[in-house]
């Protein structure tokens, strides 16, 4: 399977503090996509880093790629109770599908 | 804007029974998705449209299933003998085109199918 693999599957912070999701994968990419999925909610895209960028940044949002090591990290920063979701990795090959991992549900407390 | 629309929201049938999911991509994107997220599971690739080419039928789980995608704009996903197991959220996605660049995908919210 291509699906990515978030780490952890839960996560349940404070306000204010910083939150740091993991996916792995397996196979070579052409670039790696980050979404949130509020509950009974569609997906809403939040950042695409390429398989030649390193690291990148939108707002609040910092995400990185290793692709010796076939994984991205996503950190929130000074989070808020409204970035509680699912927050799911996606990965892109050859093709044009996105393969998409479990997803971390990310819990912040006001 | 409007952004991708999918009907019906929630689809309750009876095992058996065929059912379709239609889906309105964003106006002027080539490229639509659909993919089928269940109940604690990751997102599931299931058939992927571009323009005039074939589709890319390769996650399609079972002949049950078939999509159309007229006009190159609304798609329908059809579902026929509906299944227990195949009780999921089915999600549409639509983007610009299918370079890799261009590949953000805009989704739907989502039909929610529970097949009783």
Redesign the interface.
């Known amino acids: 399977s291509q ?2 693999e978030e780490d952890p599957q839960a996560l349940s912070i404070q306000e204010g503090e910083n939150a740091t999701m993991n996916c792995s994968y397996k196979t070579s990419i ?2 790696l ?1 980050w ?1 949130r999925q509020n509950s009974g ?5 939040l950042i ?1 880093i ?1 398989s030649n960028e390193r690291e990148k940044h939108s707002g609040r949002l910092r995400v990185t790629l290793d692709t010796s090591k076939k994984s991205s990290s996503l950190l929130i920063t000074a989070s808020r109770a409204a970035d509680t979701a699912s927050y ?1 990795c ?1 990965t ?1 090959t050859g ?9 971390t549900r990310l819990t912040v407390i006001p | 804007g409007a952004g991708v629309s999918q009907s019906p929201s929630n689809k309750v049938t009876e095992k058996g029974k065929d059912v379709e999911l239609r889906c309105d991509p964003i106006s002027g994107h080539t490229a639509l998705y659909w993919y089928r997220q269940s109940l604690g599971q990751g997102l599931e690739f299931l058939i992927y449209f571009q323009g005039n080419s074939a589709p890319d039928k390769s996650g399609l789980p079972s002949d049950r299933f078939s999509a159309e995608r007229t006009g190159g704009s609304v798609s329908t996903l059809t579902i026929q003998r509906t299944q227990q197991e195949d009780s999921a959220v089915y999600l549409c996605a639509s983007s610009l085109g299918s370079g890799h660049l261009t590949n953000e995908q805009y989704f739907g919210p989502g039909t929610r199918l529970t097949v009783t």
């Open positions: 699906q990515g052409n670039n996509q979404y909610r569609g997906l809403v895209h695409l390429r799911f996606a892109v093709a044009n599908n996105l393969f998409f991992g479990t997803g």
